[in-house]
């Protein structure tokens, strides 16, 4: 467990600073109102995203297995945040300090959220070898 914890610290750490100095490869402006809602929309997809890989933590490869069939409010609360976290983005922009993004840019930040997933499977293959049975 805690290779997992301090392993998705690390990684969401490294993502996001990377995000924060290198977002003008992404077609914004640096620091810009667009830039920071990138940022903070990619570090809410993160933590929505790694939700699944919190469901499994000894070893399980799939972290969607049972997800639809044995979580169910687990699948309302996720469809509730993501729908939140649109809203904010889109439509809370004085209040929250955001500005509407793109559909391209709502598929960057959904796809470097979505990065934690493959690199939660990485981190269960290299907790199973470490770990013994």
Known sequence: MWLNIVGHGAFQLALLLGLLHYGD?????LK???HMTMYFNTFILLQIWNEFNARKLHGEKNVFAG???KSKPHVFVCIV???LQFAAVQFAGPFMRTTPLTLRQWGICAG????????????NVVSSIWTPA
Request: glycine fraction near 12%; include cysteine; aromatic fraction near 16%.
């Open 67 to 69: 997800f639809l069939s």
């Open 25 to 29: 490869r992404l077609g914004v402006t």
């Open 81 to 83: 945040m993501v729908l």
């Open 32 to 34: 810009s109102l667009e």
């Open 112 to 123: 470097l959220g979505f990065l934690c997933i493959p690199y939660g499977f990485l981190l």
